[in-house]
């Protein structure tokens, strides 16, 4: 299985500001990484898939780069409802596998 | 507006069995593939299984740890996923999520999760 490390696991930052969440993977993935945001009462959100193709709905601020083993997800000019729980998943290969996890708290 | 409900959680003893059910509306459920995802406190989700659509025949694949143990099924006449689990652990103890694959191996819609606690 193709393991996932994300970095780092907490982020403390400022609305306005912003932010990037690292994610490699064990072996090159391609472009095949998808985000998702995770709030406590709510349904997971799917933010970015193909390592940088916004979800609609997903804000512009919301960016996704990388290909092969390296990913980044950068939030620029944080907004409220931006603070919360950031997973990244390979979508290249059976079976789908998430990194551990980044929470991003309010500075 | 694609909504996902879990059912059928709780506290159940270990050896014992639940059925989990998650009831989906606001899309053409029988053309999707769906799955079963579960998180145990702090952790990463973990995948456990999902199953294809008609198209597809409605194999099913799943994670070696809880393969022989859980059966995912589904009724596209009702629109819902069923996940039953049997020979229950202490370490199954989580939230479950059903999820729709956008494509093959991800995720556009998750429900919100229901808890299950297996203890003595």
């Known amino acids: 299985d193709v393991q996932m490390t994300q970095s780092p696991s907490n982020l403390a930052a400022s609305p306005g500001e912003s932010v990037s969440i690292n994610c490699k993977a064990s072996?090159?993935?391609?472009?095949?990484l998808a985000w998702y945001q995770q709030k406590p009462g709510k349904a997971n959100k799917l933010l970015i898939y193909?390592?940088?193709t916004l979800q609609s709905g997903t804000p512009s601020r919301f960016s996704g780069s990388g290909s092969g083993t390296d990913f980044t997800l950068t939030i620029r000019n944080l907004e409220p409802e931006d603070f919360g729980l950031y997973y990244c998943?390979?979508?290249?290969?059976?079976?789908?596998?998430f990194g551990g996890g980044t929470k991003l708290e309010l500075k | 507006e694609v909504k996902l409900l879990e059912s059928g959680g709780g506290l159940v003893q270990p050896g014992g069995s639940l059925r989990l059910s998650c009831a989906a509306s606001?899309?053409?459920?029988?053309?999707?593939?769906m799955s079963w995802i579960r998180q145990s406190p702090g952790k990463a989700p973990e995948w456990l299984s999902f199953?294809?659509?008609?198209?597809?025949?409605?194999?099913?694949e799943y994670n070696p740890s809880v393969k022989g143990r859980f059966t995912i099924s589904r009724d596209d006449t009702q629109n819902v996923l069923y996940l039953q689990m049997n020979t229950l652990r202490a370490e199954d103890t989580a939230i479950y999520y059903c999820?729709?694959?956008?494509?093959?191996?991800?995720?556009?819609?998750w429900g919100q999760g229901v808890m299950v606690t297996v203890s003595s």
């Open positions: 193909s390592g940088s």
């Open positions: 199953i294809r659509n008609k198209a597809n025949s409605y194999t099913t």
């Open positions: 998943q390979q979508h290249n290969e059976y079976p789908p596998t």
């Open positions: 072996k090159s993935i391609s472009k095949y």
């Open positions: 999820a729709k694959h956008r494509t093959v191996y991800y995720f556009d819609y």
């Open positions: 606001g899309f053409t459920f029988a053309d999707f593939y």
